[in-house]
C-alpha cells in the first residue's frame, strides 16, 4: 500500500496556474525530506515514471500523466548565520518565493527585492534561474541540496557547479525537471551586506521618479516592482496564466541591427557574448497578436508575452495559439521564438518541443 500522503487519479488543473484539466495516476504530495526518501524505497515507485513538480506556474500540461508527479511542498526558511560580507539563508523547496523574499525583507535582510512577486517555488528557481529587471537567483545562490531519486543519494551543487545563465542552468539542460531523477530539496542563498539598489530597468526607474524617490530602500524597491508586475501579469487564481509564455530571443549583433534599421523602436539589449536580446512581447505585439484570442486563449491585453486561459481551455488550443504566435512573429521579423513553460507529457516527450508549440 502506498503512503497516506500519496493519492490517486489526482486532477491537476489546480496544480498548474494555466489551469489546464489533466489526471495524474499518483500525486505524492511531499512534506519532508524524510517523506520523499521513504516513497523512493517503496516498491511501486519504482521503474514509474515520474515528474518533479514545484508551484506549477511555468508548466504545460499535455495530458494525463501515468505515474508519480511529486509535488514538492517541503516548508522551511531559516537564517544560517552571517560572515563579514554576507548573510546566509536556507529555503526548503516548497517554500513560495514571493513569500520567501518578502520574509527577506521584513527580517531586515535586503537583496531579493527586484525578484519580489516571481511566482513558483524556491526549489524550482534556480532551474530557471529565475530573474526579473536586473537581477537574477544566481546572483545570491550560494549551493543547493538535492536528493537522487534512483539511488537515494543526497547531493550538494555549489553555485560554480550549476552553470548558471539566462533563465538556463545545467538542470535545466539536463532535463533534471522533466527526467525525474533528481528532486532539489534546499537552496542556500548569501545576500551581500553592502547592498546597492538595482534600478536601472527603464519601468523601475520610471515608477520611482514618478513617486519622487531617488534613493529607493529595499521595501521601496519591492512595492514598485510588485506593483509593476501585478499590472502587466495577471493573478492566475482570476485570469490562468503561466507568466511569461516566450522567452526573450537572443539573436546576432548583424540580425539585430537590420531589424532596428526597419523598425527604429524595437528594444534591443546588447548582451557580454556579442549576441543581443529583444523584447518577445514588443515582437508578438507588433505581429498583431497583442489582446488577441483565438478559442479560449489569448494573449493579455496588459503584456503580450502572457499567455492567458479565458475559461475552458485545453492543450490543444494553447499548442495552437502558440503557433499562429510564433508563425506571425517569424514572418514578420525573422525572429523564432520559444516557448518557456516546462511540458508535463506522458508519451516520453516531456519537454520536448515536439508537442509543437
Ligand atoms: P520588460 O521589462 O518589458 O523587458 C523586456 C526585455 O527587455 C527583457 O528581455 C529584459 O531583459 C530587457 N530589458 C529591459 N530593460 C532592460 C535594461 N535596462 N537592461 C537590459 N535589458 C533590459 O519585460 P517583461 O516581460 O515585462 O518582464 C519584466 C521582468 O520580469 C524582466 O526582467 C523579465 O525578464 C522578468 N521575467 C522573468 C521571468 C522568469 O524568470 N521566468 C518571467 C517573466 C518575466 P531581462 O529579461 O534580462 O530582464
Same mark, same amino acid.
Given at each position: 500500500m502506498l503512503p497516506d500522503f500519496v493519492a490517486s487519479q489526482v486532477d491537476l488543473t489546480p496544480y498548474n496556474t494555466l489551469a489546464l484539466p489533466a489526471r495524474a495516476e499518483f500525486l505524492a504530495r511531499i512534506q519532508s525530506v524524510e517523506q520523499l526518501a521513504a516513497l523512493i524505497r517503496h516498491p511501486e515507485f519504482s521503474g514509474r515514471r515520474r515528474f518533479v513538480l514545484g508551484g506549477g506556474s511555468n508548466l504545460l500540461v499535455a495530458g494525463d500523466f501515468s505515474g508519480f508527479v511529486l509535488h514538492m511542498s517541503i516548508p522551511g526558511k531559516r537564517r544560517i548565520g552571517e560572515d563579514a560580507t554576507h548573510i546566509y539563508l536556507a529555503a526548503a523547496a516548497g517554500e513560495n518565493w514571493s513569500d520567501f523574499v518578502a520574509w527577506t525583507l521584513a527580517s531586515g535582510w535586503p537583496g531579493l527585492e527586484n525578484l519580489s512577486g516571481i511566482p513558483g517555488t524556491a526549489g524550482a528557481a534556480p532551474i530557471q534561474n529565475i530573474g526579473a529587471y536586473g537581477a537574477e537567483v544566481g546572483d545570491f545562490l550560494q549551493q543547493l541540496t538535492a536528493l537522487d531519486l534512483a539511488r537515494g543519494e543526497t547531493l550538494v551543487f555549489d553555485v560554480r557547479d550549476c552553470a548558471l545563465g539566462y533563465r538556463d542552468s545545467l538542470f535545466k539542460r539536463e532535463g533534471w525537471h522533466l527526467s525525474g531523477r533528481y528532486a532539489i530539496t534546499e537552496v542556500v542563498f548569501r545576500l551581500p551586506k553592502n547592498w546597492r539598489a538595482r534600478a536601472t530597468y527603464g519601468e523601475v526607474a520610471a515608477r520611482l521618479?514618478?513617486?519622487?524617490?531617488?534613493?529607493?530602500?529595499?521595501?521601496?524597491?519591492?512595492?514598485?516592482?510588485?506593483?509593476?508586475?501585478?499590472?502587466?501579469?495577471?493573478?492566475?487564481?482570476?485570469?490562468?496564466?503561466?507568466?511569461?509564455?516566450?522567452?526573450?530571443?537572443? &539573436?546576432?549583433?548583424?540580425?539585430?541591427?537590420?531589424?532596428?534599421?526597419a523598425h527604429p523602436r524595437l528594444p534591443c539589449y546588447p548582451q557580454s557574448d556579442g549576441s543581443v536580446k529583444l523584447a518577445a512581447a514588443w515582437l508578438v505585439e507588433h505581429a498583431g497578436w497583442k489582446g488577441r484570442?483565438?478559442?479560449? &486563449?489569448?494573449?493579455?491585453?496588459?503584456?503580450?508575452? &502572457?499567455? &492567458?486561459?479565458?475559461?475552458?481551455?485545453s492543450c490543444r488550443d494553447v499548442q495552437n495559439l502558440s503557433r499562429a504566435v510564433r508563425e506571425a512573429v517569424f514572418a514578420r521579423f525573422g525572429v523564432s521564438l520559444v516557448p518557456e513553460p516546462v511540458i508535463l507529457a506522458d508519451s516520453g516527450d516531456a519537454g520536448n518541443t515536439s508537442l509543437s508549440l
Open positions: 521618479a514618478q513617486d519622487g524617490i531617488t534613493n529607493p530602500t529595499p521595501a521601496q524597491l519591492a512595492q514598485v516592482i510588485t506593483a509593476l508586475r501585478a499590472q502587466k501579469i495577471p493573478d492566475p487564481r482570476q485570469l490562468p496564466n503561466a507568466g511569461s509564455f516566450f522567452q526573450n530571443p537572443k &539573436v546576432s549583433a548583424e540580425l539585430a541591427a537590420a531589424l532596428q534599421h484570442n483565438l478559442g479560449p &486563449v489569448g494573449m493579455y491585453e496588459q503584456q503580450a508575452l &502572457v499567455l &492567458v486561459n479565458r475559461g475552458g481551455a
